[in-house]
T-cell receptor
Framework: SQKIEQNSEALNIQEGKTATLTCNYTNYSPAYLQWYRQDPGRGPVFLLLIRENEKEKRKERLKVTFDTTLKQSLFHITASQPADSATYLC???????????FGAGTTVTVRA | DTGVSQDPRHKITKRGQNVTFRCDPISEHNRLYWYRQTLGQGPEFLTYFQNEAQLEKSRLLSDRFSAERPKGSFSTLEIQRTEQGDSAMYLC?????????????FGAGSRLTVL
């Protein structure tokens, strides 16, 4: 079976620092990896996606990398702010698939 | 269009009762998904519709669960004879077919508590 794993420990960082989250997958390389943000009591909100033939994508203070050799994606929040505090979910989509499989998420807390 | 709407947002019920959740997707989206999420876990896939056709059901979806999407618009998820283990957040999401990346737009969820 295909699995997707995120570093399960909560991440506590100081405002202004960079948060780095890890997403690892097993078996075949997904066609896409997507990252979502989820606030307590709310549904996930899409942030970024990266295709299997892309190394890096950026959006404002967010950066995602994709390493098919390591079977890993890294998600970076630069110049972090307290408003970035949330749970971040990684999700994979296979090339012939139509459903996303999610990791358990990593909770980030940014201290002022 | 204001996104994906789910109703009710919260439901508290006694064990053995039936509950029904409703989802109104983004109108242009023909794909509709139901996921379940428990505390500390990511969303788990339950079922998927393309238009009115239910194309896949997870093994997580026991016989007590049924989902419909009449006319390919809104969807309902019914749980019969609820059990305490059914307590979770039930998330609905929609997406547009033909979009290779299949980015999902989620609703705010319906939180079920079974006493």
């Amino acid at each position: 079976s295909q699995k997707i794993e995120q570093n399960s420990e909560a991440l506590n960082i100081q405002e202004g620092k960079t948060a780095t989250l890890t997403c690892n997958y097993t078996n075949y390389s997904p066609a896409y990896l997507q990252w979502y943000r989820q606030d307590p009591g709310r549904g996930p909100v899409f942030l970024l996606l990266i295709r299997e033939n892309e190394k890096e994508k950026r959006k404002e203070r967010l950066k995602v990398t994709f390493d098919t050799t390591l079977k890993q994606s890294l998600f970076h929040i630069t110049a972090s702010q307290p408003a970035d505090s949330a749970t971040y979910l990684c999700a994979r989509l296979g090339s012939n698939d139509y459903k996303l499989s999610f990791g358990a998420g990593t909770t980030v807390t940014v201290r002022a | 269009d204001t996104g994906v709407s789910q109703d009710p947002r919260h439901k508290i019920t006694k064990r053995g009762q039936n509950v029904t959740f409703r989802c109104d997707p983004i109108s242009e989206h023909n794909r509709l998904y139901w996921y379940r999420q428990t505390l500390g876990q990511g969303p788990e896939f339950l079922t998927y519709f393309q238009n009115e056709a239910q194309l896949e059901k997870s093994r997580l979806l026991s016989d007590r669960f049924s989902a419909e999407r009449p006319k390919g618009s809104f969807s309902t998820l019914e749980i019969q004879r609820t059990e305490q283990g059914d307590s979770a957040m039930y998330l609905c999401a929609s997406s547009a077919a033909g979009s290779g990346a299949n980015v999902l737009t989620f609703g705010a969820g319906s939180r079920l508590t079974v006493l």
